[in-house]
Every structure is written in C-alpha cells, then in structure tokens.
C-alpha cells in the first residue's frame, strides 16, 4: 500500500427541527489525518461517524455484514473469512 498525505474532512449538518424541543440548524465536523491508516482504522472512523448519526452497534454490524457478505462479492473469499474468524461458530 502507498503512503499518501491524507488529511479527511467531513461536514454533517443536521436541518433541526420544527418542535419546541428540537435543536437549531447544527454542524458537525470532522478533520483527521489518515496517513499510512490501516483499513480497520478507516471503518472505526466511519463507524463514530455513524454512532454520531444515531446508527446502533447493531445497525452498523448488519450493514458492513451485508456489505461484505452478497451476491457480488466472490464465494470462495466469503467462505475464507468464515472460517478465519470463526462465524459459523458462534
């Protein structure tokens, strides 16, 4: 894998709401350098981004499931990460 100078940044804003209770027009964003990241360090980003959206744990295990595991992704690899970390033994 090359070494890139990367620098992320992400902006989220959230429209509020109409109701008493509801909060103003808001912001969030996000600046991070990603430089020489592991992949598994981009997901944990990309998982507190969708923990910060109101996404649960569960919600975001069923779609990096769905991701990895479908119709378009080759069988035998499926199969490999099966049995590397065990799933069909839980």
């Given amino acids: 894998m090359e070494n890139h100078d990367t ?4 902006k989220i804003t959230d ?7 509801d909060m ?3 912001t969030y964003e996000i600046q991070t350098g990603m430089n020489g990241c592991s992949v598994h360090a981009w997901f944990r980003l990309f998982e507190n981004i969708l923990k910060s959206q109101g996404f649960t ?5 069923r779609g990096a499931t769905q991701l990895a595991f479908n ?9 490999k990460l099966i049995a590397e970390y065990e799933l069909n033994n839980l």
């Fill in 71 to 79: 119709e378009w992704r080759h069988p035998e690899i499926m199969n």
């Fill in 57 to 61: 744990e569960e919600v975001i295990m």
């Fill in 15 to 21: 429209a509020g709401g109409d109701k008493l209770d």
């Fill in 7 to 10: 620098l992320i940044n992400i």
């Fill in 24 to 26: 103003n027009e808001t």
